[in-house]
C-alpha cells in the first residue's frame, strides 16, 4: 500500500479544522443557559465578517438550546451577537407540545426571543396558529403577531390582525378586526381573550355575537363555549328569535338550562306580544316560561293606541299548562291605562279569559269615578276594557265640587265600558244611589237619593241619563239648601284622594327609575365605543325561585 502524505495531512488538517469551530462556536455563545449547541449538519463552514465571526451550516440542521430544539435546512450563527438565523423548511419545537414551523426564523438565545416570518404555522396540541410573522419567546413562552392570523382547534375558528398567546395559559390576547366562527355562534370584536382550555372568551369593547336565534352585543363580558353561558357586563343588548329584545347592565344567560337574570336598567320587549318590561332587577326561565321582575318594574302593554302600564313590588309571569300565560303583581300593585287608574294590593291576569282580578281594598279611578269593592275582576276583549264586576260592597262615587258627591252602592255591581267611559251600570241587590240635579246655570238644585234591589243606570259623558229601579223602588228628592253635604253620603262612603296622589307618584317614580327606551319603536343602536376596555367580572350567585 502507498502512503500519500499530502493526504493525511488534508485529513488531519479538516480534523483540526472542526474541532476550532467547535471550540469557537462554544466560546463565543458561552455557557451554560445561553449556549447554543449543534446536534447536527451536513456541513459547517467558517467565515469572518466585518470583525464578526459567522458560522454556515447546511443540510439538515439541528441546534439545541436547553428544551428547545431549531431544525433547517441551513442556517447562521453569529458569534458575537448570539444570534441564529435559519432558513427554508424551518421548524422550532419545545417541550409542552409547542411546535411551529416557518421558512425563515431569527433567533436569540441570550434573550430568548425567536422572530419566525413567511409561512409561519405553530400547534400546541390544542390549537394552531398560522400567519406571515410571529415573535416567540422560549423563556416565557409568549408569542405574538402584528399582521394578522388564522388561529383553529377542534371547534372554533378565529381571526384578527394582532395577538399574543400564552402557551403555558394556554390564554390568547386578540385585538384589531376580531371574528371568532364557532358551530354555535360568530363573534365579531376588537378586543377580545380567549382560553382554549377552558373555551372561554372574554370580552374588552365593542362585541357582536351571532347564533342561530339570538343577536347579542356588548362591552364587556364573557361566554363559555362548553357550559354555553353568557355573561354580559356593559351596555349588553340581547335579541331573540328577532322579536325578543333585552336590554342591561349586567345580563347572564345559561343556554343549556334557558334560564339568567338581568339587572339594572333592564328592557325586555317583546314585539310578537307587543309587551315590554322594565326594573332594575329580573330573573326568568324560558324553558318553564316564567320571569320575576323586581326594584320598580314597570309592564307596558302596547298592543293599543292607549298603552297599559302596570307597576308594583314585584311582578311575575309564568306559563300555566302549556300555553296559558298568567301574570302576578303583588305589593301595592297599579294600572293605569288612558283615563283609568287601579290601585290594589295584589292582582292577577290571566290570559286563557283574559280578567284581571283585583284583591285587598281594590280602589278604580276611572275619568271622574272612584269605584271601590272588596273584590274586583276587569274584563277585557282584545286589548279593550269590557266590563268591571265589583263583588261585595261595590261602591261608585264622583265629586261633583270639593264637598258634594253622587254616589252609587250595592251588593254587587257590574260597569260596562264604552271606549274609555262608563256607559252602563248594573247594580244587583241593596241598590242605593245618590245623584245631584243640576240647573241649566250648573247650579244644585237638589239630590235624588233612590233606594232599590236592583238598579240600571245608563250614561253618557260620566253622567247618569237613564235610571231604572227594580223591585220596589224608594225615590226622594231632597232640595239643595236641606242637604248638609258633609252627612248626605251612603253607608261605607269613603274619598281616596291621597292614595289616588301615592298612586299616581308611585307610577311617576317607576318611570323616573326605569326610563322610557323607545317604547313603540325599537331600534338596535350601538352604544358608542367605551374609552377603556371593561374587565369582565365574576359570575354573581344565581338563585332560582322556590317551587
Sequence with gaps: MKHHPHKAILHNAAVLLFLLLSASISAVFGQGKNTIDIEQAAELTYEEAGGERIRRLVGNVILKQEDVRLYCDSAFLYG??????????VRIVQEG??????????????TKDALLRRAVFLTDGEMTLSTEELFYNTNTKISRYVVGAVITNEDATLKSLRGTYNNSTKQFFFKTRVRLQHPDFRLEADTLHYNNLT??????????????????????????????????????????????????????????????????????????????????????????????????????NFG????????????????QGDSVSVLRAWNNALVD??????????????????????????????NEFQITSEYMELFTTGKKFDRLEMYKDGFLVKAEDSVHFSQI??????????????????????????????????????????????????????????????????????????????????KGFIWAIERKENAINQMAMAFECSPERGLYAFIWPKPPVVASPVPAAPLPLLVLPQE
Design 97 to 110: 407540545k409547542f411546535n411551529a414551523r416557518s421558512k425563515y426564523l431569527e433567533y436569540n438565545g441570550a
Design 337 to 366: 291605562r288612558a283615563e283609568l287608574l287601579v290601585s290594589c294590593d295584589s292582582l292577577t291576569y290571566e290570559e286563557a279569559d283574559s280578567v284581571f282580578r283585583l284583591f285587598t281594598e281594590p280602589v278604580i279611578w276611572s
Design 409 to 490: 252602592k250595592g251588593k254587587d255591581i257590574t260597569a260596562y265600558f264604552e271606549g274609555r267611559q262608563i256607559s252602563r251600570m248594573d247594580v244587583k241587590g241593596n241598590g242605593e244611589s245618590i245623584y245631584y240635579v243640576q240647573r241649566e246655570d250648573s247650579s244644585f238644585m237638589g239630590a235624588n237619593k233612590i233606594e232599590s234591589s236592583d238598579i240600571t243606570i245608563l250614561m253618557e259623558d260620566s253622567r247618569p241619563v237613564e235610571i231604572t229601579f227594580y223591585v220596589k223602588p224608594v225615590a226622594v228628592l231632597h232640595p239643595i239648601d236641606q242637604i248638609d253635604p258633609y252627612t248626605f253620603r251612603l
Design 304 to 319: 293599543d293606541a292607549d298603552t297599559l302600564y302596570l307597576t308594583a313590588d314585584t311582578i311575575y309571569q309564568y306559563k
Design 199 to 300: 373555551e372561554q372568551a372574554d370580552f374588552y369593547g365593542p362585541t357582536d355575537i351571532f347564533s342561530q336565534r339570538t343577536t347579542t352585543y356588548t362591552e364587556g363580558g364573557w361566554y363559555r363555549s362548553k357550559s354555553k353561558e353568557l355573561y354580559l357586563t356593559k351596555n349588553g343588548q340581547v335579541m331573540i328569535d328577532s322579536q325578543q329584545f333585552i336590554r342591561a347592565d349586567t345580563i347572564y344567560f345559561d343556554e343549556l338550562r334557558e334560564l339568567g337574570y338581568c339587572r339594572g336598567g333592564v328592557q325586555m320587549i317583546d314585539t310578537a306580544e307587543r309587551t315590554e318590561i322594565r326594573g332594575g332587577y329580573t330573573r326568568f326561565n324560558r324553558k318553564e316560561g316564567w320571569n320575576w321582575v323586581y326594584d320598580y318594574p314597570i309592564l307596558a
Design 80 to 89: 458575537d451577537s448570539k444570534l441564529a438565523k435559519a432558513f427554508g423548511n
